[in-house]
């Protein structure tokens, strides 16, 4: 996870407020991003809100939340639901209408 963020920190250098959107329906997986993120985070000094989505009105009303806090950039975890790259998805849509820069998993593949 340290790279991934390291790479969202790279496309977005002014970024402090970071949310990170995790899928609970997989407690390992999001126990373990959000445990790696955290740790990533505090190493390049930023701050982290985690927001949990299982269901498009989730997802829906994380991106409500974002807006309203003014984060600065998503990191969005593994996960088959949240990174969906099918144009009609959920996440496709909230991520184009509150245009926050993004760092998918899919994404940062490459810098593993």
Same mark, same amino acid.
């Given at each position: 996870?340290? =790279?991934?963020? %390291?790479?969202? !920190? =790279?496309? *977005?250098?002014?970024?402090?407020?970071?949310?990170?959107? *995790? +899928?609970?329906?997989? $407690?390992?997986? #999001?126990?373990?991003?959000? +445990?790696?993120?955290?740790? $990533?985070?505090?190493?390049? %000094?930023?701050?982290?809100?985690?927001?949990?989505?299982? #269901?498009?009105?989730?997802?829906? $009303?994380?991106?409500?939340?974002?807006? !309203?806090? !003014?984060?600065?950039?998503?990191?969005?975890?593994?996960?088959?639901?949240?990174?969906? &790259? $099918?144009? +009609?998805?959920?996440?496709? !849509?909230? %991520?184009?209408? &509150?245009?926050?820069? #993004? %760092?998918?998993?899919?994404?940062? =593949?490459?810098?593993?």
């Amino acid at each position: 996870m340290a =790279k991934r963020l %390291g790479l969202l !920190r =790279k496309l *977005v250098p002014t970024a402090t407020r970071i949310a990170v959107l *995790v +899928n609970p329906a997989d $407690a390992t997986r #999001t126990a373990t991003v959000v +445990n790696g993120v955290e740790a $990533a985070a505090h190493d390049l %000094g930023l701050q982290v809100r985690v927001f949990n989505a299982s #269901t498009i009105s989730e997802i829906d $009303a994380a991106f409500t939340a974002l807006a !309203r806090e !003014r984060t600065d950039a998503l990191f969005v975890a593994p996960d088959v639901f949240l990174t969906s &790259s $099918a144009s +009609n998805s959920p996440f496709s !849509r909230c %991520g184009t209408r &509150s245009q926050l820069p #993004t %760092g998918r998993a899919s994404l940062s =593949k490459a810098v593993d």
